[in-house]
Nanobody, 116 residues
Framework: QVQLVESGGGLVQAGGSLRLSCAASTTISSINTMGWYRQAPGKQREWVAVITTGGTTNYADSVKGRFTISRDNAKNTVYLQMNSLKSDETAVYYC??????????WGQGTQVTVSS
């Protein structure tokens, strides 16, 4: 069992930045991949970014060049730096951790509101 706790959400103006954190209850160096999804009101959950144990990253096209995912193994925390935020990126952002192809854990989500 892995517990994930997100933080760092809040209200920001369009064009602004936020950094989300996802603290894991276990050593993240043993977790295959970790990443972020988001879900806007009335929309399906959308994948945002992923980082592997080796540090390889990948991003949704909509956030490439603006968002950066990183991990601090010493703190068992994954981060999502979000720059140049847009109003349509208002959503609940969820952290996830894949211990295997069939074992995915989710955080409770953190609200990000981008005002125009």
């Amino acid at each position: 069992q892995v517990q994930l706790v997100e933080s760092g959400g809040g209200l920001v103006q369009a064009g602004g930045s936020l950094r989300l954190s996802c603290a894991a209850s276990t050593t993240i160096s043993s977790i295959n991949t970790m990443g972020w999804y988001r879900q806007a009101p009335g929309k399906q959950r959308e994948w945002v970014a992923v980082i592997t144990t080796g540090g390889t990253t990948n991003y949704a096209d909509s956030v490439k060049g603006r968002f950066t995912i990183s991990r601090d193994n010493a703190k068992n925390t994954v981060y999502l730096q979000m720059n140049s935020l847009k109003s349509d990126e208002t959503a609940v952002y969820y952290c996830y951790a894949d211990l295997s192809v069939s074992r995915r854990y989710w955080g409770q989500g953190t609200q990000v509101t981008v005002s125009s």
